[in-house]
């Protein structure tokens, strides 16, 4: 082979490697941008949450006079919560100071007959509810979209382009809901 076919094979290796480079390049971006989406996703059910909490501390207070530190407790716990744009790990660590404090109330709501037979209770638990297994499955989500793309920054030869882009490993999501499924009641 003279020095013109030499040349030409390494500018074909050369280009291909390239070419290779700039593809898992533009995977990392789609894979980072799917762990945004989802991490939005996660954002918009939290609000959702905070915005019924305070509805729900309104109920509870009316039958509950006489525990007012666990009303304030989630309250102050669904400020910081809803106030923290920090990581997701961080995220969760103020999330589940929010979950302690809000099983602490619907506990309390067990102990008031009158309060759990109330409709306007029974709705704002039914939408935690249902806002819960949202914040779960967005969680779920985003998680899987985490581990796609973390496995792609670990593994060779794709770390290579992740190490010189700069691109690292995202932060996983790991909170327990508020309202845990109940077995339904049965009467024989």
């Given amino acids: 082979m003279d020095a013109s076919g030499a040349l030409l094979v390494s500018a074909i290796l050369l280009g291909l490697l390239l070419g290779g480079a ?19 996703n996660i954002d918009t059910e939290l609000r959702r949450r905070y915005d019924l909490i305070p509805n729900l501390v309104e ?3 009316g039958y509950a006079q006489h525990e007012q530190a666990t009303l304030e407790a989630v309250i102050r716990a669904r400020s910081s919560a ?19 404090s809000l099983r602490e109330l619907l506990a309390v709501a067990e102990g008031y007959p009158d309060l759990k037979a109330n409709r306007h209770f029974e709705e704002l638990q039914a939408q935690l509810t249902e806002t819960e297994d949202r914040i779960q499955l967005a969680r779920r989500i985003y998680n899987a979209n985490v581990r796609d793309l973390n ?8 770390n290579v ?5 700069g691109i690292g490993e995202a932060e996983f999501f ?14 024989f």
């Fill in 22 to 40: 700039a593809i898992s390049f533009n995977r990392f971006v789609a894979q980072r941008n799917h762990v945004r989406e989802s991490w939005s």
């Fill in 59 to 61: 109920t509870v207070k």
């Fill in 82 to 100: 809803a106030a923290d744009e920090g990581s997701p790990e961080h995220q969760a660590e103020t999330e589940r100071g929010l979950v302690r």
């Fill in 151 to 158: 496995r792609r920054v670990q593994a060779f030869p794709s």
């Fill in 161 to 165: 382009v992740a190490t010189v882009m």
């Fill in 174 to 187: 790991e909170v327990e809901a508020a309202i845990r499924d109940r077995a339904p009641a049965t009467n």
